[in-house]
């Protein structure tokens, strides 16, 4: 149950200024709206929010962008200028408001706007809101609204021109538009416009509230002190009193409103406050709250906020090792969990409330509790965070700047001193905001990319007093005034991987495993307080890969799949770590198979290891959670939502109790991690067999104290006395972490020589299929090992877990949920594991 606490803030009224309404209005305008090109004669219809790929694309002027080399053909559509317009009527109850503004967010990016035939806004920065009291424009029908759209790149050519050099990023950094729709090393290039909400019209008569934002000051089991800080604007000035309602409580506050935009505050209190938790230390508890204003029993205002109590602070302390990064969340560690996100789409008008929903269901049952909202994207929309905060998901909110440097001028540091300080507002009343980083790799970039080398050295003393004056001066002030307590952290990373600073400070990118064709054994080695990135790519499931080519497209080396391969290097990097761990294939469509693999393998890797060395390490948020189309890149899941290896691989890896083998110098250890906040009495089972399932070897533990919030060895035994002689390449082992209960906590599968090695014989998988009331069950049984089996359908739908290892004499039972109806259920999947793919 949510509770409910209710504000009321009574205005005493003032017998001749009785008015018979005075409650704003706020109206989305959802009307037909139509586009053009600019200078030509034609008319289509739009459908706001739009983008103008999408608006062209719904009208068949363009084919699919993501579809083959399709890309290429719309980089015409940038150069344009475009405009969308509409006609709208104004009811007479609003018409009679003393301020009429319309409200426009999500201008992507450089607009002039009239409203019939008037000039009333321009605008250049998609992250901000704009409005404008168009009171003495407006009429009651026929208005006529037109926004017209600059091309992005034609505009911002003059200012880039007169530098005198090229910013590291390119003509990008001149412009506050999503960095990603100028191409990145996992999407395509989009950099057209669109109005990406739909205006609001919002009219008023005395007093409107701009912002509410209620914090907890302190907060202990018995009660939480809270405070709301609110913003009004007023055409009123008298006496005001504040009434607070928690259930029968009351606070009643004497204040005086004043014409013009203030601040104020009440505070209360939160008897046996239920506190927000991440997912996995609790429930994340919302409490929902009413601000009202009333002028006697009038209703003048109500703003609703939904948010948690808790405190979140990032820890940065000085130790023996060299200083700490973790967070703390209502005074108790947390061990982030999770990966970077970027934006769901290029297309942003296509995201629907479905795609947030699934892709966040997914990260909670993916036992996750962090993502980092990446710089180069965009400030999510708000139920992207509404979410977060329903599902426990901590969110590091980086500010919008990646990989580059920035301009400094007046003109730039003021537009991104009012979008920092307007997301600041809109996010801080999420209890899932934990961390405000001012970029991504701008600083390691400068520090470590060889930048410096193209400027001279007054050139590098302004561009790096420019860096400062945005990063170290401007955003950490809007965030230290503005952001409730939430930390602020300059850059992420702090070091480059190559200082070796970076493994004993700050977080970590580390990224010798890919670009720098480290092996994955690395990642046991160079373990840092906090990774905030690392990641391996692979290629999508077979099914994506046919939404986006031709038949004889679907090779590794044909145009298409290369316009789908955005890092130069990509696919050479794949083969050159494939042919480490595995044999090599005929078939494209088993190397896109054998790619995740080598993916999730080499992830795990890093996950594991991270996970080992808590408490010095904290956190691992991998990179990447998703795509923003079809193609080889780092996610875990693709663009159509549908798991890779990784993802399941990551389920397993974030359980909030974990098993976790490794060998060291020879010696078999098995570390018990824990997240949880109490100790537990846990059942230890390692065993020893070979590929055809024959137990030589177990060890059973029947009463291991698993620590809370711990990583430790439970047991360790030299390796070639557990294996008795056996080889490893016709070895597993087999680690189990078992409750009172015998349910199995955790479960792992350690082999001790690369795929490849391994003496892997005939399976004989049998399968029998039941209908069960969300799909069907598989139920699956071995003679010899089956490693890493795939299940397929041609029907949509997801299986309960896949590229499993199948052990000889045990039944493993995954369901389909899947809404089709599938006349043969016993022959509509498809089985491959890895030695399907051998020559």
């Not at 090393?185 to 609001?200: F, V």
């Not at 537990?680 to 919030?709: C, Q, S, W, Y």
Request: proline residues 5%; contains cysteine.
């Amino acid at each position: 149950m949510k509770k409910i606490l209710q504000f009321s803030l009574i205005l005493i009224p003032m017998i001749a200024a009785a008015q018979p309404n005075y409650t704003p209005i706020r109206n989305p305008l959802y009307v037909a709206w139509e586009f053009r090109q600019a200078e030509t004669t034609t008319w289509l219809p739009a459908n706001v929010p739009t983008s103008v790929h999408s608006a062209l694309l719904q009208n068949g002027k363009i084919e699919d962008p993501y579809y083959r080399d399709n890309e290429a053909k719309v980089q015409w559509i940038e150069e344009k200028d475009w405009e969308f317009r509409s006609t709208f009527d104004v009811d007479p109850v609003t018409l009679q408001k003393k301020h009429v503004e319309l409200v426009f967010k999500g201008l992507d990016t450089y607009t002039h706007i009239y409203l019939n035939d008037t000039l009333i806004l321009e605008t250049d920065n998609m992250f901000r809101s704009w409005k404008v009291d168009v009171k003495k424009w407006i009429k009651p029908t026929g208005n006529r609204l037109l926004v017209y759209f600059d091309s992005p790149v034609k505009r911002i050519k003059p200012e880039w021109d007169k530098l005198g050099y090229e910013l590291p990023g390119g003509v990008r950094t001149m412009s506050r538009k999503a960095q990603f729709h100028f191409g990145w090393d996992w999407g395509p290039r989009l950099a057209g416009c669109g109005i990406l909400k739909a205006p609001e019209i919002v009219a008023w008569d005395d007093v409107i509230i701009e912002n509410v934002f209620v914090t907890t000051l302190e907060v202990t089991p018995e009660k939480a002190k809270m405070v709301a800080r609110f913003r009004y604007r007023s055409d009123f000035a008298g006496n005001v009193t504040l009434i607070s309602r928690d259930g029968k409580r009351k606070g009643v506050e004497d204040r005086k409103f004043e014409v013009g935009v203030h601040n104020d505050s009440i505070t209360f209190e939160v008897m046996n406050p239920k506190l927000w938790w991440s997912n996995g230390m609790g429930e994340p508890h919302l409490y929902d709250f009413t601000f009202e204003i009333k002028r006697g029993v009038r209703q003048l205002e109500k703003v609703d906020v939904r948010t948690g109590i808790r405190t979140v602070k990032l820890i940065t302390e000085k130790d023996k090792d060299g200083e700490s990064f973790y967070f703390l969340l209502n005074d108790k560690r947390v061990f982030a969990k999770g990966a970077n996100y970027i934006p769901q789409d290029l297309m942003q008008d296509r995201v629907t409330p479905f795609h947030y929903q699934k892709l966040l269901d997914d990260v909670k049952s993916s036992n996750m509790n962090m993502l980092r909202v990446w710089g180069g994207g965009i400030y999510e929309d708000d139920l992207f965070y509404q979410l977060c905060d329903a599902r426990g998901i901590l969110v590091w909110q980086d500010f919008m700047y990646a990989c580059a440097l920035y301009p400094s001028n007046g003109r730039f540091l003021k537009t991104a001193a009012f979008e920092a300080l307007e997301q600041i507002e809109r996010l801080r009343q999420h209890p899932c905001i934990a961390l405000w980083c001012g970029n991504n790799e701008n600083n390691e970039a400068w520090n470590n990319w060889g930048w410096q080398m193209n400027f001279t050295e007054e050139q590098r003393k302004q561009l790096w007093r420019d860096y400062k004056t945005l990063f170290q001066d401007l955003l950490p002030i809007y965030v230290e005034t503005n952001a409730g307590g939430v930390s602020y952290w300059e850059s992420s990373p702090r070091y480059g991987r190559a200082n070796p600073k970076s493994h004993k400070e700050g977080d970590s990118h580390y990224w010798g495993v890919w670009h720098d064709e480290e092996p994955f054994d690395v990642l046991n080695k160079k373990v840092p307080r906090f990774m905030s990135e690392f990641g391996f790519q692979s290629f999508p499931e077979w099914k994506t890969i046919e939404t986006f080519t031709l038949p004889e497209d679907r090779k590794l080396e044909s145009k298409v799949m290369l316009a789908h391969q955005k890092h130069p290097r990509g696919n050479a990097l794949i083969a050159e770590y494939l042919q480490r761990d595995y044999r090599p294939v005929d078939k494209f469509e088993d190397l896109v198979y054998v790619s995740q693999l080598l993916q999730a393998e080499g992830m795990r890797t890093g996950i594991e290891a991270h996970r080992r060395n808590k408490p010095y390490c904290m956190g691992t948020l991998y990179w990447q959670l998703n795509d923003v189309w079809g193609g080889a890149s780092w996610a875990s899941r693709d663009y159509f939502g549908r798991w890779k290896a990784l993802q399941y691989y990551v389920r397993e890896a974030y359980k909030p109790v974990a098993v976790l083998p490794y060998v060291e110098d020879d010696v078999l250890k098995v570390y018990g991690v824990s997240d949880l906040p109490d100790s537990a009495v846990v059942h230890l089972r390692v065993r020893a067999m070979t590929l055809d399932g024959k137990i030589f070897n177990e060890i059973n533990l029947p009463d291991t104290l698993l620590l809370a919030d711990s990583s430790k060895v439970l047991w360790e035994m030299p390796l070639k006395k557990f294996l008795e002689k056996h080889k490893p390449e016709n070895t597993m082992i087999e680690c189990q972490l078992l409750a009172a209960d015998s349910t199995v906590l955790s479960h792992r599968l350690l082999f001790l020589t690369a795929p490849k090695n391994l003496k892997l014989s005939n399976p004989r998988i049998k399968t029998t299929v039941s209908k069960q009331p969300l799909g069907y069950e598989i139920t699956l049984t071995c003679e010899n090992l089956a490693k890493n089996v795939f299940l397929q359908s041609s029907a949509d739908g997801f299986f309960s877990d896949n590229y499993f290892d199948l052990i000889p004499g045990e039944s493993k039972k995954v369901l389909f949920t899947t809404k089709a109806d599938l006349k043969e259920a016993s022959g509509a999947f498809t089985v491959k594991h890895l030695l399907d793919t051998w020559k």
